[in-house]
């Protein structure tokens, strides 16, 4: 599905960039950075709520992000098991039906992690309003290889022939359906860095100075403002 045509931003995505930054900014540890980041994350519901926006997913972590130090490495994975089973609490979930996605090769996490990843998933699953991908252990180019294997395996079965290819059914075995209107990264750099390389296409991107821990609500309304004032010509 390709992102929508009119001005209005349905689906953002956002690279979360630049909390190690921040935190050595601030003389911290790199995982100081990491949990301001989270906070962040409850703060941008809000906002999104506001917006009246249907779908958001997070790029949190790639698979190359399993090389950090292990220090930082299971830091992190504590923060994503006690934000994950936080979230969980939250009545905003059902309150405003937000239904949780995870988004990528989430076997490689600890037990753990998946675990809260699967109950959060479980929790919502009938909630319909909104949607929340979190882009785990994620990688566009490795979404497009699982997604190749996953047809392939169907013509191997002979449940599919290779005439029946085409653009709709590759999108519907990739991780993430809908297209993102927009793409917002934090942190200065002005690169994809992976992230949903298929998906991404047609939409819109915008690259902030500003680390994900300083982003803001009026950083927010402001990419929302330029995309609605942008040409989206869609080749034509």
């Avoid at 601030?26 to 100081?32: A, D, N, T, V, Y």
């Avoid at 990688?139 to 290779?162: H, Q, S, Y």
């Avoid at 942190?187 to 500003?210: H, I, M, P, T, V």
Wanted: charged share 35%; aromatic share 12%.
């Amino acid at each position: 599905m390709k992102p929508s045509e009119n001005k209005t931003a349905n689906h953002v995505g956002i690279i979360l960039d630049g909390n190690r930054r921040f935190a050595k900014k601030l003389m911290l540890k790199p995982w100081k950075g990491h949990e301001w980041g989270a906070k962040k994350i409850e703060s941008l519901l809000s906002w999104c709520k506001e917006l009246s926006i249907k779908e958001i997913t997070l790029y949190c972590f790639s698979i190359e992000n399993f090389n950090r130090p292990k220090l930082e490495f299971d830091h992190l994975m504590r923060i994503f098991e006690e934000e994950f089973t936080k979230i969980i609490k939250d009545p905003r979930l059902d309150e405003n039906q937000i239904k949780v996605n995870f988004i990528g090769r989430t076997e490689m996490f600890p037990e753990k992690v998946k675990s809260a990843m699967d109950k959060l998933v479980e929790k919502t699953k009938n909630n319909n309003k909104h949607i929340i991908n979190f882009a785990m252990a994620y990688g566009g180019r490795d979404e497009i290889v699982d997604a190749t294997k996953k047809i392939a395996e169907k013509v191997k079965e002979n449940k599919l022939t290779v005439e029946e290819i085409n653009k709709e059914l590759f999108a519907n075995n990739l991780y993430l359906k809908n297209d993102p209107d927009l793409i917002i990264r934090t942190g200065g750099d002005r690169r994809s860095s992976n992230f949903l390389c298929y998906q991404s296409a047609y939409s819109e991107w915008f690259y902030l100075e500003k680390t994900w821990p300083e982003f803001e609500k009026e950083d927010f309304l402001q990419c929302i403002e330029e995309f609605e004032q942008r040409d989206r010509r869609f080749g034509r």
